[in-house]
């Protein structure tokens, strides 16, 4: 089946991009920033085997060139195109329902007015109108209808909704409903507008027109889910040759999503992301040993500030989600039994550090400004402050946060490895390179500063020196499972799958065994090989067997998460990967990224209003979809 295929081929394009965006950059919260602006730079997956784009976080919906219409379509494509041509070669006829093919800019159309005199006009009430032939009714329809176009024509609209009303006792017409509901348009009275439009669209459900002036009302009223719907509908239609309609969707799919994002990211319990997250922010940093005071075997009296600073920091050595939230309060406890002496800023440093992980970021970086204060030699600090202000999207900021460690210590590995991922981020990938390399200069045992110069030069087109990056980062690192992991991204990407894959397995070997030793396991390597398996055989249910077991070990990741509602979704299981598009949004960590997440549950959501509202449009979508593929990306 040729259909089928390019949809596949066109699907796990887009998983490849989903693997990029998601974890060739979460190894910090800068990564996660990164994967975040790529996110929202491009990824294109099928609805209903419709492409749709996401981009600066917002989703539309594209199509190819239209398929030519099935024989089912073609008499009505026909007879449209007829009484079009009708109209143009006799102007002068009055024409009742044909005349909208050709009403433009959503106005009723006048052209068709005949020269009635107004004298001729008939009036006609709820009384009268029983008492009239068919032929009068037609005939005074069409009369009535021609002197509303007029009247509105002049703007007079409240003549113009009486002449409508009076056509439509004559004759149900949906023009005679649609154009007076344009009254009420002009008249900002959306409710009516509504009103109208739907007995329009319920006499002729593929009525546009009538479609696109309901969501504009719907829009105007804050019903942006419903206004969403109809521009969907007319998109479909309209085999999305209507520019301004596709934009109308996208528009309506940000506002909902953002709508909606509020409303969780207001009722969102503070509380620590999933530990594959926290783990790979709190890496990105080089660990330190225990500070001098706050050795193992320093002598501390329980329950004291000391204590608890000791206590926070091995127990952040489990990466579990129990040794995260032990360590969170452990440094609450901290601050609050005082008496801390010389580690008075790292307390607020580590505190600060997890009430961002939590997204209560204000009082996050009230916490740093204060360790600051106390201890300005931290330059960790600084870089997560930047970190922060990077988030908010205070570029500035960082990049005067980095200036300030600079000027406290030019010679800390840790400042140079995030600004490179502040370079990264920005495209700016020669710069990246050269702070990821002074970072090695200067500390050369830091894993991640290897495998992200890796990922750079690879971005930079230097596949060669990125491959050779990472088979130096498998000699001197051999037995870290990140750089097998992060290979196997870039040999995704090159679809080497067998290679790939085999990466993959030794990261997830690693990460099993390890999990005796320090608790937490990387998720990761499990989601990867679940898109490598899927793109290299479209093995479903093997990629979802994989991101179970993720979810399993990691119940709160997102990407996880994430990754399934794609895979349900490129099966057609549209009901499910609505629910996990949901639950990413929930598990989601920013806004930035609830909405991103709740973009994609929308834009699902309102494929199964489509399916269920307009039956006959889903099944053409679905032919639409799989012709006007191939050729997408
Ligand atoms: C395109 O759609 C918009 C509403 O989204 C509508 O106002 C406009 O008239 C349409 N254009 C055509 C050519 O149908
Ligand atoms: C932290 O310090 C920075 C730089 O001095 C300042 O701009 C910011 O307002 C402070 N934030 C808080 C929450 O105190
Ligand atoms: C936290 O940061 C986000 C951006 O990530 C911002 O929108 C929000 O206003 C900040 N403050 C709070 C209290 O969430």
Redesign the pocket.
């Given at each position: 089946m040729a259909s089928a295929r390019s949809t596949t081929a066109a699907v796990s394009q887009s998983a490849q991009d989903a693997a990029h965006t998601t974890s060739i950059a979460t190894s910090s919260f800068l990564d996660r920033a990164s994967a975040w602006y790529r996110d929202n730079k491009i990824a294109a997956w099928t609805i209903a085997g419709v492409t749709v784009v996401v981009a600066g976080g917002t989703v539309y919906y594209l199509s190819t060139s239209p398929r030519p219409p099935k024989v089912s379509e073609l008499d009505k494509q026909s007879k449209r195109e007829r009484r079009k041509a009708i109209k143009k070669d006799v102007p002068k006829t009055v024409e009742t329902e044909e005349s909208r093919a050709d009403t433009k800019?959503?106005a009723p159309q006048t052209a068709s007015v005949t020269e009635e005199a107004p004298e001729e006009l008939p009036q006609v009430t709820e009384q009268s109108v029983g008492s009239l032939s068919d032929q009068d009714r037609n005939n005074y329809a069409a009369k009535l209808k021609a002197a509303g176009n007029k009247a509105y024509g002049s703007k007079d609209y409240n003549k113009a909704i009486d002449l409508y009303g009076q056509a439509i006792l004559c004759k149900p017409d949906p023009v005679f409903y649609s154009n007076r509901a344009a009254c009420w348009n002009a008249m900002s009275n959306w409710e009516k507008v509504i009103e109208d439009t739907t007995a329009a669209i319920s006499l002729d459900p593929e009525y546009?027109k009538a479609l696109?002036r309901r969501a504009n009302a719907y829009e105007q009223d804050g019903q942006y889910s419903e206004a969403l719907l109809d521009?969907t509908a007319?998109c479909i239609i309209?085999q999305f040759r209507?520019e301004?309609?596709a934009q109308?969707v996208e528009r309506l799919l940000k506002k909902v999503a953002e709508t909606k994002a509020k409303a969780i990211m207001e009722g969102k319990e503070k509380k620590l992301p999933s530990p594959t997250f926290v783990s790979n922010y709190l890496q990105s940093f080089r660990a330190q040993p225990l500070p001098a005071g706050l050795e193992e075997t320093a002598d501390l009296e329980e329950n004291t500030g000391k204590w608890y600073m000791r206590k926070g920091l091995q127990a952040i050595q489990q990466r579990t989600s129990e040794g995260y939230d032990e360590a969170s309060a452990a440094f609450d406890s901290a601050l609050s039994s005082g008496n801390l002496e010389s580690h008075e800023g790292l307390a607020y440093n580590m505190r600060g550090t997890f009430r961002y992980l939590k997204g209560d970021n204000d009082s996050a970086l009230t916490d740093l400004n204060k360790s600051l204060d106390l201890d300005p030699a931290l330059v960790q600090s600084y870089v997560k402050r930047a970190s922060m202000h990077l988030e908010q999207n205070k570029r500035d900021d960082a990049a005067k946060d980095f200036e300030l460690a600079m000027e406290h210590n030019a010679n800390d590995p840790d400042i140079f490895y995030h600004r490179a991922q502040l370079h990264f981020i920005l495209s700016e990938f020669s710069a990246a390179a050269t702070d990821y390399q002074k970072s090695i200069d200067l500390d050369p045992a830091f894993i991640f500063s290897h495998i992200q110069l890796g990922v750079t030069q690879y971005k930079m087109g230097s596949i060669a020196s990125s491959m050779a990056t990472f088979r130096r980062c498998i000699k001197n690192f051999g037995e870290k499972s990140d750089v097998y992991n992060y290979y196997g991204e870039l040999l995704l990407d090159q679809q080497k799958y067998s290679e790939a894959v085999e990466k993959f397995d030794t990261a997830v070997e690693m990460e099993r065994k390890s999990v005796g030793e320090r608790g937490g396991m990387n998720v990761l390597p499990l989601i990867n090989k679940a898109l490598a398996l899927f793109q290299w055989r479209q093995d479903f249910s093997a990629a979802e067997e994989l991101c179970q077991k993720a979810l399993i070990i990691d119940p709160e990741c997102d990407i996880a998460v994430a990754t399934m509602a794609q895979l349900l979704l490129q099966q057609g299981k549209v009901t499910q990967a609505l629910e996990y598009f949901q639950r990413a949004a929930e598990l989601s960590r920013t806004e930035g990224e609830v909405v991103n997440a709740l973009s994609y549950a929308e834009a699902t959501r309102t494929q199964l209003d489509v399916q269920e509202k307009y039956p006959q449009l889903a099944a053409r979508l679905q032919g639409m979809g799989a012709a006007g593929m191939g050729g997408m990306r």
């Amino acid at each position: 089946m040729a259909s089928a295929r390019s949809t596949t081929a066109a699907v796990s394009q887009s998983a490849q991009d989903a693997a990029h965006t998601t974890s060739i950059a979460t190894s910090s919260f800068l990564d996660r920033a990164s994967a975040w602006y790529r996110d929202n730079k491009i990824a294109a997956w099928t609805i209903a085997g419709v492409t749709v784009v996401v981009a600066g976080g917002t989703v539309y919906y594209l199509s190819t060139s239209p398929r030519p219409p099935k024989v089912s379509e073609l008499d009505k494509q026909s007879k449209r195109e007829r009484r079009k041509a009708i109209k143009k070669d006799v102007p002068k006829t009055v024409e009742t329902e044909e005349s909208r093919a050709d009403t433009k800019a959503g106005a009723p159309q006048t052209a068709s007015v005949t020269e009635e005199a107004p004298e001729e006009l008939p009036q006609v009430t709820e009384q009268s109108v029983g008492s009239l032939s068919d032929q009068d009714r037609n005939n005074y329809a069409a009369k009535l209808k021609a002197a509303g176009n007029k009247a509105y024509g002049s703007k007079d609209y409240n003549k113009a909704i009486d002449l409508y009303g009076q056509a439509i006792l004559c004759k149900p017409d949906p023009v005679f409903y649609s154009n007076r509901a344009a009254c009420w348009n002009a008249m900002s009275n959306w409710e009516k507008v509504i009103e109208d439009t739907t007995a329009a669209i319920s006499l002729d459900p593929e009525y546009v027109k009538a479609l696109n002036r309901r969501a504009n009302a719907y829009e105007q009223d804050g019903q942006y889910s419903e206004a969403l719907l109809d521009y969907t509908a007319s998109c479909i239609i309209d085999q999305f040759r209507n520019e301004s309609s596709a934009q109308a969707v996208e528009r309506l799919l940000k506002k909902v999503a953002e709508t909606k994002a509020k409303a969780i990211m207001e009722g969102k319990e503070k509380k620590l992301p999933s530990p594959t997250f926290v783990s790979n922010y709190l890496q990105s940093f080089r660990a330190q040993p225990l500070p001098a005071g706050l050795e193992e075997t320093a002598d501390l009296e329980e329950n004291t500030g000391k204590w608890y600073m000791r206590k926070g920091l091995q127990a952040i050595q489990q990466r579990t989600s129990e040794g995260y939230d032990e360590a969170s309060a452990a440094f609450d406890s901290a601050l609050s039994s005082g008496n801390l002496e010389s580690h008075e800023g790292l307390a607020y440093n580590m505190r600060g550090t997890f009430r961002y992980l939590k997204g209560d970021n204000d009082s996050a970086l009230t916490d740093l400004n204060k360790s600051l204060d106390l201890d300005p030699a931290l330059v960790q600090s600084y870089v997560k402050r930047a970190s922060m202000h990077l988030e908010q999207n205070k570029r500035d900021d960082a990049a005067k946060d980095f200036e300030l460690a600079m000027e406290h210590n030019a010679n800390d590995p840790d400042i140079f490895y995030h600004r490179a991922q502040l370079h990264f981020i920005l495209s700016e990938f020669s710069a990246a390179a050269t702070d990821y390399q002074k970072s090695i200069d200067l500390d050369p045992a830091f894993i991640f500063s290897h495998i992200q110069l890796g990922v750079t030069q690879y971005k930079m087109g230097s596949i060669a020196s990125s491959m050779a990056t990472f088979r130096r980062c498998i000699k001197n690192f051999g037995e870290k499972s990140d750089v097998y992991n992060y290979y196997g991204e870039l040999l995704l990407d090159q679809q080497k799958y067998s290679e790939a894959v085999e990466k993959f397995d030794t990261a997830v070997e690693m990460e099993r065994k390890s999990v005796g030793e320090r608790g937490g396991m990387n998720v990761l390597p499990l989601i990867n090989k679940a898109l490598a398996l899927f793109q290299w055989r479209q093995d479903f249910s093997a990629a979802e067997e994989l991101c179970q077991k993720a979810l399993i070990i990691d119940p709160e990741c997102d990407i996880a998460v994430a990754t399934m509602a794609q895979l349900l979704l490129q099966q057609g299981k549209v009901t499910q990967a609505l629910e996990y598009f949901q639950r990413a949004a929930e598990l989601s960590r920013t806004e930035g990224e609830v909405v991103n997440a709740l973009s994609y549950a929308e834009a699902t959501r309102t494929q199964l209003d489509v399916q269920e509202k307009y039956p006959q449009l889903a099944a053409r979508l679905q032919g639409m979809g799989a012709a006007g593929m191939g050729g997408m990306r």
